[in-house]
């Protein structure tokens, strides 16, 4: 019983996670275009959802590249 414990805490712990990461990833952008772009530019609203998976395309398509370069 300890272990099917120690899984089921997990998962819950991992799916907690994974949400918070959700959510601190999506809301400024969300926020940001919701407020501001579409009062400015008359385009349509975001869902929250629309909004992740537009970012999370976007980061697919064009990845940040962090690499850095030492001069010797």
């Not at 997990?10 to 799916?15: D, K, T």
């Not at 976007?58 to 590249?65: A, D, E, G, K, L």
């Amino acid at each position: 019983m300890n272990n099917f414990t120690t899984i089921v805490g997990g998962i819950l712990a991992f799916i907690g996670i994974a949400g918070l990461v959700v959510l601190i990833f999506t809301t400024p952008a969300w926020y940001i275009w919701n407020h501001i772009i579409v009062h400015k530019f008359d385009v349509p609203t975001f869902s929250f959802w629309e909004a992740f998976w537009t970012l999370l395309m976007i980061r697919f398509i064009i990845p940040t590249s962090t690499t850095k370069s030492e001069k010797n």
